[in-house]
Each structure stands twice: as structure tokens, then as C-alpha cells.
């Protein structure tokens, strides 16, 4: 028996809930085990108990043993007087707590409870539950995905909010960071973030019609184009962005910020960054037309961009590479961009909006987007529980990230059904 699992059964109403008495025999009913308290103070507060023929509403201190309440010190604390009840596994020292009925539930306790949660935490796999989740009904862990990517969305989301701030509430500003941040894809976002931050949107889009001086911007800023170069394309480049760094006054971020090593050249970030010029070059009013725009068929066009002609035959500034051929970002890049940028910003405005038919909406495109496959996704088929899109696969990278590593099962649906079942 460890604390959290006691806890837990108490919470969730685990032990023989018929026939209970306090340490001085009177009948005791627990009404409501009230609210988990995760803040300093006693455990459960708000509890409902019913001694006799009195109920009691109340707070609830839990302990594995009764002389825990001593070794805590809650006899010097006014917080923990007059609780509703004292409920301890061992009642190993009698009238501990002063005027509070106590409940011992030590033999009160499901064999299957402990056993179940034995194996659970002492599974030597990766997903602990691998064998046992399929025994818990569909609709249960479809409602708990749900509730995980509202939780994955909630942690992402407080971020942007204060990258919303930070930008004076500009919503295309927000949106060009993170699509920028997206566009660097796990190994580069960082530096693809600080590159967007370190060009106004404004001088971007003041440029916008002249796709080599979006270009010279980008490369330029990202510090690429500090070199001795040979092919006139990178020079051409190289002349615009003296010119327009002095006029504007921009800094470069540091060019070795950026990840080459085992990267596929398709995902260099040269060819992503030519890919983002691409973007700002063809779009006007991007922010607007996300925005108001709910399905993959609209979506899909407004980012399908291809580098320009330089990178046919180019991953690297001067290094011809002949049979590549044009570098568009690709339809699981889109995807991946849907899913990890139009779905968040359009549910984050329309929350800021309190515009609930516009989340639904967001969470609708999500649906849309077939599921992502990565080795989490994979390791979860592998143990029986495929994600039907993008929405899923979200939440169960949030729950083995969030849950199933750190053996959070006591705080998790399926843990919850697994240990509950007596079979
Ligand atoms: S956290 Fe939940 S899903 Fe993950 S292993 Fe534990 S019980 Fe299974």
C-alpha cells in the first residue's frame, strides 16, 4: 500500500463501501468522499459523511497510519481540527486526533485493487497497461482522449497566449511565429522561431511581392548568408540583404544555431526556410483566410508552397545536386502544420472569442486529419489501440508522454478501469 494509492481508493470509492463503523462502532455512510485537495491541508475536503443519524460536511485526512498524524505535526495544526473523519489503513495508535471519528480500512480493501495496481507498477514494458487496456470499453477511453488533447491543447495554448501578449494582441503575428517555429519541424523550430522574431512582419510584408528579397531577408537574418559564395544566386541574395539589413537595422541570429546532422536534405533548413519565403511570397491575408477557413480541401492549397527554382538542383547554397527536382513541403508536412498550428490558433481565437461553434470547428479539422506516425502512435497499434486521426494521435502522445512514463496510471481513466475491474 503506498499513499497515492490510498488516496486513490478513497477517492474513487475502491473498498467495501457496506457495514462501516468508526473506531467506537457507530454506523457510518460515506455520502460524498470529497474533493481531492492537492494544496497544503487535509486531503479530501468537502467530504459528506453520515454517523448515526447525523451527516457531517466536512474535510477527510488520509493516513497509512493512524501515528502518521502525530509524525506529521497535525496536532499543532488549527487546519487539520475538527475534520469530518481521520481514515487510516493501520490504526497502529489509537486517539490521535482529538474529536474525530476515524475508519480503518484495512481488510476493507479488494484483493484485486492492490494486485492490479501491483502490476501495473511493476510492468517491465513500456506501456504498462498493454495487456489489460483492452478490457476497458471504447467509449470510456474515447471520452479520455478527448479530455487529453483538451489538456495538451491547454498546456501548448498558455504559451501562445503569452506570445499573443508579447505581440500586442497581433494575431498575424502570432500566426507568423508559429508557423514559423513549425516550418523548423522538431530539430530546428527554435532557431526558425527566433528568425521570425528577429524580422518584423511589417518589413516582410513590405517586400511580399519580391520573392528574392523575402528570401535575402530570411537567409540573411538566419545567417546564412555570411560567406564566400559561388553561384550568383546566394551573391544576388547576399547583395539585397546588405542593402536591406542597413535600411531596416536588423541583427542576424547566429547561423550555428541551426541542425543539419541526420537530417533527410529534404528537411534541411535551407530548403524549409526557402519553402517559408514561398509562403509569405504567395500569401496575402493568411491570418484571415486560416481563420475562417474550416476544412482540409481549403486549407491544403494555402500551404502547398514549393521552393523557388534555385533549389531544383539545391539543398545547400553552391552545392549542385543534379535529380532532386522541386521542393514542395509535401502533403505530411501540411498535415503536420494542420495539426500543430491552423487546428491550436484557430481554437485559441475562437476561446478569446467565446465563440464555442469555432472550437468545435477546430477540433472538427483535427478529426479530418488522418493520424500521425511516429514511435508513439506505433508503439500504441502495436499494443492494440490505433488512433482513427490526427485528434487521437494527439492525445495518445499526450498520454504515454504525460501518463504512461511517468506510471501516472492512478491519474488516468484507463489505470482507473483497469484497477476497478474485478477481473
Ligand atoms: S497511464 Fe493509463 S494508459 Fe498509460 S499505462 Fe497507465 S493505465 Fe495504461
Known amino acids: 500500500m503506498t499513499e497515492a494509492l490510498f488516496q486513490f481508493i478513497w477517492q474513487h ?11 467506537d462502532g457507530e454506523q457510518l455512510t460515506i455520502v460524498h468522499p470529497g474533493k481531492l485537495n492537492k494544496d497544503a491541508g487535509p486531503d479530501f475536503l468537502e467530504a459528506r459523511i453520515k454517523i448515526g443519524k447525523t451527516i457531517l460536511v466536512g474535510n477527510v485526512e488520509l493516513h497509512l497510519k493512524s501515528s502518521d498524524w502525530l509524525r506529521h505535526g497535525h496536532q499543532h495544526d488549527l487546519s ?54 483492452k478490457q476497458v470499453r471504447s467509449i470510456t477511453k474515447e471520452g479520455w482522449l478527448t479530455r487529453l488533447l483538451a489538456e495538451r491543447w491547454e498546456h501548448k495554448l ?6 499573443l501578449e508579447n505581440s500586442a494582441e497581433d494575431w ?23 528568425l521570425a522574431q528577429s524580422i518584423p512582419l511589417n518589413v516582410l510584408g513590405r517586400h511580399r511581392e519580391n520573392l528574392m528579397q523575402i528570401e535575402a531577408l530570411l537567409f540573411g537574418q538566419a545567417g546564412m548568408l555570411n560567406a564566400s559564395f559561388m553561384d550568383d544566386y546566394p551573391e544576388k541574395l547576399q547583395d539585397e540583404y546588405s542593402y536591406l539589413r542597413k535600411k531596416y537595422k536588423l541583427s542576424p541570429i547566429s547561423a550555428h544555431l541551426w541542425k543539419f546532422l541526420r537530417m533527410r536534405p529534404a528537411n534541411f533548413p535551407t530548403v524549409r526556410i526557402a519553402q517559408f519565403a514561398m509562403l509569405i511570397h504567395k500569401s496575402e491575408h493568411l491570418f484571415s483566410q486560416i481563420i475562417e477557413t474550416h476544412s482540409i480541401k481549403e486549407i491544403e492549397p494555402l500551404l502547398d508552397v514549393t521552393a ?16 532532386p527536382g522541386p521542393k514542395s513541403l509535401g502533403k505530411s508536412s501540411i498535415q503536420n502544420i494542420i495539426i500543430n498550428t491552423i487546428a491550436p490558433i484557430q481554437f485559441l481565437y475562437a476561446s478569446r472569442q467565446g465563440a ?12 479530418a486529419v488522418p493520424a500521425e506516425k511516429n514511435n508513439i502512435t506505433a508503439l500504441w497499434a502495436d499494443n492494440g489501440w490505433t488512433a482513427n486521426n490526427a ?25 482507473l478501469n483497469i484497477i476497478r475491474q474485478a477481473t
Open 391 to 415: 485528434a487521437q494521435s494527439q492525445a495518445l502522445i499526450q498520454l504515454y508522454n504525460n501518463y504512461c512514463s511517468a506510471r501516472r496510471c492512478l491519474e488516468c481513466t484507463v489505470g
Open 308 to 323: 523557388s527554382d534555385y533549389w531544383i538542383d539545391h539543398f545547400m547554397f553552391d552545392e549542385l545536386q543534379t535529380g
Open 172 to 194: 498575424r503575428n502570432l500566426l507568423y511565429w508559429r508557423m514559423a517555429a513549425n516550418f523548423g519541424f522538431k530539430t530546428n523550430a527554435t532557431p526558425f522561431l527566433l
Open 80 to 133: 487539520y481540527h475538527n475534520l469530518a473523519l481521520h481514515v487510516v489503513y493501520d490504526n497502529d495508535v489509537d486517539g490521535v486526533a482529538i474529536n474525530t471519528p476515524v475508519l480503518v480500512l484495512d481488510g476493507k480493501i479488494p484483493a484485486h485493487v492492490i494486485g492490479k495496481y501491483d502490476v501495473l507498477m511493476q510492468a517491465g514494458n513500456q506501456l504498462p497497461c498493454s495487456d489489460q487496456h
Open 13 to 23: 470509492s475502491l473498498y467495501q463501501v457496506t457495514d462501516l463503523k468508526t473506531t
Open 356 to 367: 464555442a461553434s469555432l472550437r468545435e470547428h477546430s477540433l472538427n479539422l483535427l478529426e
Open 158 to 163: 498558455s504559451d501562445w497566449n503569452v506570445m
